[in-house]
DNA sequence: TTGTAAGCGTTATCAC
DNA sequence: GTGATAACGCTTACAA
C-alpha cells in the first residue's frame, strides 16, 4: 500500500499508537511487547515494566481489527431479528448482550425490518465481521433456511421450530402455549374465540393456529374464529372493530403487542374488560404486568433466550458438540384482563 | 506466525476461501481478483468473468476483518447506552441502526448496565472495535466525560447537556420540557405537585429539577414536593403509596416508564386518575399512547435522537466540521392521564 | 489492462 | 528471556 512513506515509528500526534512505536520507545521488540500487553510468559520485570511505561506514555491501545486478524477471531456475535421495536427481540438482545460481554464479547445488531428478502444477506453479511450468529427469522422459508445455516456456522437460530434440520435452536413452544390460554378461558365458561392471528408466513403464528385447531378438534361445542391482524402494537389498536362487531367473549392476540393495542382502544370504547370481552397476549412483555386490566399471557423467557443462545454459542465456539434444539414451554401468567364468560352475548343484553 | 505449512491454494473444505485461492483458481494475481470484487477500473470482462466464476465456485466472500485492517475502517458504530432495558434508548439503538445501515454501517451495541464506574472502559474498547460512537452516558461525571471525549472521538454524546464542551452533542430540553408540563397542569388549576425524581446523578434528572424550580419561583402560590423514585417501571409502580400521602393533585413522573407503573398500581387501587390525581410522564414511548388512560408525556423524538446522531458522525467521519450541538424541545403530548383539579383533596371528600 | 510487492498491526514460531 | 520473521487476508501505488 505504502501510504505513509515517513518514518513509521514516529508517535503521530492524533493517530494510535501501534504496537511498533511501544517497541521502539521501550527498546525492545515488538514481539515482547506482545508479550507483555497479554500477559505472556515470563518476561523480565525490568523490561515489562520499560514497556508499560510506554504503554503509558503513548496511551497505547492494541488495535482490535488487527488483533482479529491474527487470531482469527473477533469475539463479536451478531444478532439478527427481523424488528427492533418488538420488545420481545429487545429482551433477547439484552439476554445475548449480558451474557457474551461475561465473556468479553461484544453484539452486533442488525435489524432487517422484516425484509424478508434481505434477511438472508443480512445475515451473512453480518456473520463475517463476528464468529459466531444468533439467527431470528420467524418468516424465513425453511427451504432458505437450511441452505443459509451451514454458511454461517455456528449459528443458533431462535424462536422456530426447526424441525428436522439438525441446527442448534432455541424455541418456544407455541402451541403448548396458545392451549394453555385456551384451557384458562375454556374453564372460565367461554364458547366463543376469536384469534388475532400475526404475520402469516410466521412460523410461530401457524404454531398457534395449529394448536388452535387441536382445541377445536376436541372440543365440539366451541367456535373459535381466525381474523389476520399484525404483530404490531397498532395492528391491536385497530383490530377492536373487529374484536367487538364478532360475537366472541375471548380474545387471543396474537402476541402481548397487539393486545395492548387493543386493550387501549377497547378502554377508548368503554369497552369493559374483561367485562364483556376476555383478552390475552403472548410473551408476557415488561408492560403486561402493568396495563390496565393487567394482561393475562403467556410468559416467554425472553432475555433467557438470550442467554442461552450465547451459551449455546460459546460451546460451539470452543469447539463442542452442537447441543439439542431446546423446547421451552410458555408459562401461563393469568392476570385481570380475562374473566367469566358474561351472561350474555351482545352489546348489552343480561344485567 | 506460520500456522498452516499446507499450500496456502489449497481450496478448504470448510475454511472460507481467500482471495489467493480464488486467483490461483482463476489464474490472475490477487489484484485483479480485488478489483473485480470491488467494481475497480477496467478490468477486461472476459477476466472479470473468469474471477467471479471462480468466486462463485468457491463461495468466496472478503473477509471483513482483512479489509478493515487495510482500509483503516471498519464499516461500524458503536452505541453505548445505560440501559438496554428502557424502551427510550431502544429507540435511539433503532434510529441509529437504521440510519447506518443505509451507508453500510453496522452498529455494535453495549449495555452498561447502569455501572458507571465501567463506562468508561467499555466506551474505550467499544470504540476500539468501531470507527465512531454514540454515547449515552447520563450520570458520568462531567470531569470524567471530558477526559473521555477526546480518547473515543469522532463521538457524538447524547442526551444530555455538555454545557462549555465542544462536542458534538445531542441533547433534550428537558428543563423546557417539564415546564410546559407544569403550564398544562397549572391551565388545568393544580397548585399542589409532586415530583417523582429519577435517579439522582442523572443529568437529565437536574435539569428537570431547574426546571421546576423556576417554575416553583415564579408561582408563589404553588407547592412541589420531590421524592426520589427512580427510572424504572417498578419504581411507579412502587411509589404509588407515596404519592397518595402526599395531597398532591398532580404527579410529575419521572419518565413514561415510572408514569406506566404508577398508573398500573393506581388502577389496581382503583385510584381514579385523573379524577383524583393527574399523571404526567417523559419521553413519550411507545406505550404512552396506549396506557390506560392514555398517558400525557412531553414527546422526545427518540429515533431522530438516533438517526441524527448517525448523521452527525457520518459528517465527522468524512472529514467534516463538528455539528454544534444541537437541542430538541420536546412537545407536549396531552392525553387523558390529566385533568382539571379535583374539587377537594384527600381521600374522596367532595363529589 | 494486469502483476508485483509493500503495508495495515497484531500474534506466534523458532532460533539465539 | 528476547528478537527476527513469517504469517493473517486484503488493498493499492507503481511497474510492466
Keep these: 500500500m505504502t501510504r505513509d512513506t515517513s518514518a513509521p515509528t514516529t508517535p503521530g500526534a492524533s493517530t494510535p499508537a501501534t504496537i511498533a512505536q511501544v517497541a521502539t520507545a521501550a527498546g525492545v521488540s515488538?514481539?515482547?511487547?506482545?508479550?507483555?500487553?497479554?500477559?505472556?510468559?515470563?518476561?523480565?520485570?525490568?523490561?515489562?515494566?520499560?514497556?508499560?511505561?510506554?504503554?503509558?506514555?503513548?496511551?497505547?491501545?492494541?488495535?482490535?481489527?488487527?488483533?482479529?486478524?491474527?487470531?482469527?477471531?473477533?469475539?463479536?456475535?451478531?444478532?439478527?431479528?427481523?424488528?427492533?421495536?418488538?420488545?420481545?427481540f429487545q429482551q433477547?438482545?439484552?439476554?445475548?448482550?449480558?451474557?457474551?460481554?461475561?465473556?468479553?464479547?461484544?453484539?452486533?445488531?442488525?435489524?432487517?425490518?422484516?425484509?424478508?428478502?434481505e434477511e438472508r444477506l443480512l445475515a451473512i453479511?453480518?456473520?463475517?465481521?463476528?464468529?459466531?450468529?444468533?439467527?431470528?427469522?420467524?418468516?424465513?422459508?425453511?427451504?432458505?433456511?437450511?441452505?443459509?445455516?451451514?454458511r454461517v456456522s455456528p449459528t443458533v437460530v431462535i424462536n422456530r421450530d426447526l424441525g428436522a434440520l439438525a441446527a442448534p435452536a432455541l424455541s418456544i413452544d407455541y402451541a403448548s402455549g396458545i392451549k394453555g390460554l385456551m384451557a384458562h378461558l375454556l374453564s372460565l365458561g367461554h364458547t366463543r374465540f376469536l384469534f388475532l392471528g400475526g404475520p402469516e408466513q410466521s412460523?410461530?403464528?401457524?404454531?398457534?393456529?395449529?394448536?388452535?385447531?387441536?382445541?377445536?378438534?376436541?372440543?365440539?361445542?366451541?367456535?373459535?374464529?381466525?381474523?389476520?391482524?399484525?404483530?404490531?402494537?397498532?395492528?391491536?389498536?385497530?383490530?377492536?372493530?373487529?374484536?367487538?362487531s364478532n360475537g366472541a367473549t375471548a380474545v387471543l392476540a396474537f402476541n402481548d403487542l397487539v393486545a395492548v393495542g387493543l386493550l387501549g382502544r377497547l378502554a377508548e370504547l368503554e369497552v369493559p374488560v374483561p367485562g364483556r370481552v376476555s383478552v390475552t397476549g403472548f410473551d408476557d412483555i415488561q408492560f403486561a404486568r402493568f396495563a390496565t386490566p393487567s394482561l393475562t399471557t403467556m410468559s416467554v423467557p425472553q432475555m433467557e433466550l438470550g442467554r442461552q443462545a450465547w451459551a449455546q454459542l460459546r460451546e460451539l465456539l470452543e469447539g463442542g458438540q452442537p447441543e439439542h434444539a431446546v423446547f421451552f414451554r410458555p408459562r401461563l401468567e393469568v392476570r385481570s384482563s380475562t374473566g367469566p364468560v358474561p351472561d350474555a352475548v351482545g352489546p348489552v343484553l343480561g344485567a
Design 30 to 88: 515488538r514481539a515482547t511487547v506482545s508479550r507483555v500487553m497479554n500477559g505472556r510468559a515470563t518476561v523480565a520485570p525490568v523490561i515489562a515494566e520499560r514497556v508499560r511505561q510506554a504503554v503509558r506514555d503513548l496511551d497505547y491501545t492494541p488495535s482490535t481489527v488487527a488483533r482479529s486478524l491474527s487470531l482469527g477471531r473477533t469475539n463479536t456475535v451478531a444478532l439478527v431479528v427481523p424488528d427492533l421495536a418488538n420488545p420481545m
Design 92 to 117: 433477547v438482545l439484552r439476554g445475548v448482550t449480558q451474557a457474551a460481554a461475561v465473556d468479553g464479547y461484544r453484539v452486533l445488531v442488525a435489524d432487517s425490518a422484516e425484509n424478508v428478502d
Design 125 to 150: 453479511e453480518a456473520r463475517m465481521r463476528c464468529d459466531a450468529l444468533v439467527l431470528c427469522a420467524p418468516r424465513m422459508p425453511i427451504a432458505q433456511l437450511t441452505e443459509l445455516l451451514p
Design 203 to 244: 412460523a410461530s403464528n401457524q404454531e398457534r393456529i395449529e394448536g388452535l385447531s387441536e382445541i377445536a378438534a376436541s372440543h365440539p361445542g366451541i367456535t373459535i374464529d381466525t381474523v389476520t391482524c399484525g404483530a404490531a402494537i397498532e395492528d391491536g389498536y385497530a383490530a377492536a372493530e373487529a374484536v367487538l
